[in-house]
C-alpha cells in the first residue's frame, strides 16, 4: 500500500467512526467526545479508515493518544505519520511536552522519541484527564516527549 494517504483532522461527523475504530482495535474509547476535532484519520482511497490518533491539550502539555492502525495496514508507516502530525500540531499550538500510555507499544513509541517517565513526574494536568484517571490501567507505562 501507498504512504501517500494523508491524515486529514476530524470534525465532529468523524465521533462515532472514530470510536468504532478505537473499540475494534482494543483501545479504550472514553474521552473521546471532548477531543473529536483534535483526531487525525487515514483514509483508504476506498473510503474504509486506515487509523487514528488523537491530541488533548492540558496548557504547555498534551497527551497523545487512541493511536490506533487497522491491522490491514499495520508496518506500512502510517502509525508513524499520525504520530508525526500530532506532533507537530501539538508543536505548532506551543506545547512543549507530549505524554502517552501504553499497555505494550513502548519500545514503539521509543523509536519515535518518547521515553519511559514515572507518573509522579507527569505535569499535574495531564493526569486529570480520562486517560490518566479511569482509561488506562495503573499498570499502563507512561511516556514523554519534549517536544519545544
Not at 491524515?7 to 473499540?23: N, S, V
Not at 507537530?88 to 513509541?109: I, K, N, V
Not at 507518573?119 to 514523554?144: G, N, Q
Request: glycine share 10%; charged share 30%.
Amino acid at each position: 500500500m501507498s504512504l501517500s494517504m494523508e491524515p486529514r483532522a476530524a470534525t465532529a461527523r468523524d465521533l462515532e467512526g472514530i470510536k468504532g475504530f478505537l473499540r475494534r482495535n482494543g483501545l479504550p474509547d472514553l474521552g473521546v467526545d471532548g477531543w473529536v476535532e483534535n483526531f487525525f484519520i487515514i483514509e483508504h482511497q476506498n473510503g474504509s479508515w486506515v487509523g487514528v490518533a488523537g491530541l488533548e491539550v492540558y496548557g504547555e502539555s498534551g497527551l497523545l493518544r487512541s493511536v490506533a492502525v487497522d491491522r490491514d495496514f499495520r508496518k506500512e508507516g502510517h502509525g508513524r505519520r499520525l504520530v508525526s502530525v500530532v506532533v507537530e500540531t501539538a508543536r505548532s499550538r506551543g506545547l512543549r511536552r507530549l505524554y502517552l500510555l501504553t499497555d505494550d507499544a513502548s519500545t514503539y513509541f521509543e523509536r519515535l522519541g518518547f521515553q519511559v517517565v514515572d507518573r509522579k513526574d507527569v505535569d499535574e494536568a495531564v493526569k486529570t484527564s480520562l486517560e490518566f484517571t479511569e482509561a488506562c490501567p495503573e499498570s499502563a507505562i507512561v511516556m514523554r516527549k519534549v517536544i519545544g
